[in-house]
């Protein structure tokens, strides 16, 4: 399957190179916030309507804009100094900022500031090669890292955007490929063993239903001591001056060596458990920013990044063909007995392991968590045994299904997803009743 796959490779500019970077990103800057403010000072003339059609009356396009920016270049002769793109590109997201407010997707259009998210994009004559990336006015700028993603001859980009992080540059760009996409594999051909169960935690990032573990690096914590030094040594450095820029560099650094470990563990992590090719994988629909109202635990969930866990999960296992399901965040797949089924009311955070009063099992807090996220995909598919039993005959590695086991509770678990999860189930059997459908047609 032809797939448009995007890379981001670093650049090793050299000083006139740079310097032209700084200047690209200004004019796109520029370009950007001189509309920005022609429009919003006109905000209440222009009594923009809600309708898509008309502002674009009122407004004018991008294109109207830019012819309006070429005026501008005998006045400021620094803007036909870089590429044409980078002011016409940046008008361009500016329309597109501001289809998204009238749109009722985003908020209004924000000014950019100097030195943050610094970035321009390029179209027109771009090219990358195994060593270098051409782009127009920049010519051929060498890459750090070689024979990626391309190891002979040159490809032709639609477009490539230059950033900075810190500072150090870095190019991005899609490139189509041809990706190897097995066939979703039916539910009826799903076993026990095909679905992985994966708990997100903060003590370990991850815990599968098989009991393998992820170790959370908290890459923020543990560059915290540093990132308040430097961060005091730019307080302290008087504004404007050089002294204070070279902190703030100093700052960003860390900052993005933080980020970059995060990015790091989520590829990691995610890659290997696409690649221990389960037909599904089950995840529990996380919401950071609600779990963050917990101030005591609100950094250290941040820096588990699970949105980006779940994100980058979710592209990877449509380009592997697994199924991906969430698990509702009202499913307490922590404080049910994954043997039996039985809640554990008691169970509290620091609880790392616990005895189940009812069937005597000993778990692992987030094994367990684990295995009944599980079973909720078994249940989903309706392959769980009614009793709990065939789950009791395996976690207890036992190869055939114990006659009578009768426990004092009942299965709550079970009880619990027929009464709020039914609609749930029926919103995934018509999902897959789809798939299905699409993979024959095809
Ligand atoms: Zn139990």
Redesign the pocket.
């Known amino acids: 399957m032809i797939k448009w796959r995007g890379y981001v490779l670093e650049l090793k500019l050299n000083n006139t190179q740079t310097a032209l970077c700084y200047n690209s990103a200004g004019v796109a800057r520029f370009a950007y916030n001189n509309r920005l403010a022609i429009i919003s000072n006109n905000y209440k003339e222009f009594k923009i309507s809600q309708n898509a059609n008309k502002y674009k009356i009122k407004l004018g396009t991008a294109i109207d804009w830019y012819k309006d920016l070429i005026l501008l270049k005998k006045e400021k002769t620094w803007i036909s100094q870089v590429s044409k793109c980078c002011g016409q590109e940046s008008l361009r997201d500016l329309e597109q900022a501001f289809k998204r407010f009238f749109a009722k997707k985003s908020g209004y259009p924000k000014f950019k500031k100097r030195g943050q998210r610094d970035s321009f994009r390029l179209c027109g004559q771009t090219f990358i090669a195994s060593n270098y990336a051409q782009l127009p006015i920049l010519g051929k700028i060498r890459l750090k890292e070689k024979n990626y993603p391309i190891h002979e001859g040159k490809i032709k980009l639609s477009q490539a955007t230059v950033s900075r992080q810190a500072d150090r540059w870095f190019v991005s760009f899609f490139i189509k490929e041809d990706i190897e996409t097995p066939e979703l594999s039916q539910l009826e051909d799903i076993s026990i063993n095909d679905i992985l169960g994966v708990d997100l935690g903060i003590k370990e990032l991850a815990i599968t239903s098989e009991g393998n573990t992820f170790k959370n690096p908290k890459a923020y914590k543990s560059h915290l001591k540093k990132l308040q030094r430097y961060q005091r040594m730019v307080s302290r450095r008087i504004k404007g001056s050089n002294n204070r820029k070279k902190a703030i560099t100093r700052l960003s650094r860390v900052h993005k060596r933080v980020a970059d470990i995060r990015n790091d563990t989520v590829h990691k992590l995610t890659s290997s458990l696409v690649k221990a090719k389960p037909k599904a994988i089950v995840i529990e629909t996380l919401k950071p920013k609600n779990m963050s109202k917990n101030h005591k635990l609100a950094s250290s969930i941040l820096d588990s990044s699970f949105g980006k866990i779940r994100d980058t999960l979710k592209y990877k296992c449509a380009w592997a063909r697994i199924h991906l399901i969430m698990a509702p965040t009202f499913y307490a797949s922590s404080r049910y007995?994954s043997?039996?089924g039985?809640k554990h009311n008691e169970l509290k955070l620091s609880d790392r392991e616990w005895t189940?009063s009812?069937?005597g099992?000993h778990h692992d807090r987030d094994v367990n968590a684990a295995k009944n996220l599980q079973y909720y995909a078994l249940w989903l598919m309706d392959k769980h045994s009614p009793s709990g039993k065939y789950i009791t005959s395996l976690a207890r590695g036992e190869s055939s299904v114990s006659s009578t086991q009768s426990y004092a509770c009942g299965d709550e678990r079970l009880q619990f997803l027929t009464e709020q999860c039914s609609s749930l189930k029926q919103e995934f059997k018509l999902q897959s009743k789809y798939i299905k459908e699409f993979n024959e047609s095809v």
């Open positions: 007995c043997v039996c039985h189940c009812n069937c099992v």
